[in-house]
């Protein structure tokens, strides 16, 4: 496809009705695998968006193999998702400075304090990430003086960055 600039996948069932299963809904490990391989073959993609798709981090970690060798993909949305901070860790290694990803969404997963630091060291050799969503994550740290989300802040300049503190306040602050 030589003309394909942005590919938008949602795994999912229309008119389900009473038949509902969770098993037809989201991407397959199969799916994650085959997107994979495909990958570093686009010439001309620039946009790959996989939200609610009920991503991993297995997932994840399988499309990264792919990401690391696109060179043309440069907003990636995998918001709404299941990704931790394990899949947040293998999706760093292609956000390294060779990355030409510049738009990144990751809102709405289950990242903690650690895939915040993993962000925070991947981002400090990243030239080309400009935006950045994380908002709907566990990014805060407890007990700390200072946020991991504070520290994403300055370690690399954003034109735009999406952080919210966890949607529940911890009683104890207040």
Do not use: W
Not at 71 to 78: E, F
Not at 129 to 155: F, M, P, W
């Amino acid at each position: 496809l030589p003309n394909l600039y942005n590919l938008s996948i949602t795994f999912g069932s229309r008119n389900v009705g009473m038949k509902y299963e969770r098993s037809i809904f989201g991407m397959k490990l199969a799916d994650a695998e085959c997107l994979s391989q495909q990958l570093p073959r686009t010439e001309t993609l620039t946009t790959l968006q996989l939200n609610e798709n009920i991503l991993d981090d297995e997932k994840v970690r399988r499309l990264v193999v792919g990401l690391r060798d696109n060179m043309t993909i440069t907003n990636l949305d995998l918001s709404h998702n299941k990704i931790s901070d394990r899949g947040t860790r293998a999706l760093c290694k292609c956000l390294g400075k060779d990355s030409t990803i510049s738009t990144l969404s990751l809102c709405d997963n289950h990242i903690h304090s650690e895939g915040g630091k993993f962000l925070g060291r991947a981002l400090q050799s990243n030239i080309a990430l400009t935006e950045i969503n994380l908002r709907l994550n566990r990014l805060a740290r407890q007990h700390a003086s200072t946020s991991d989300v504070e520290t994403l802040k300055c370690t690399a300049s954003f034109s735009t960055f999406g952080a919210l503190a966890p949607p529940f306040p911890n009683p104890q602050e207040e």
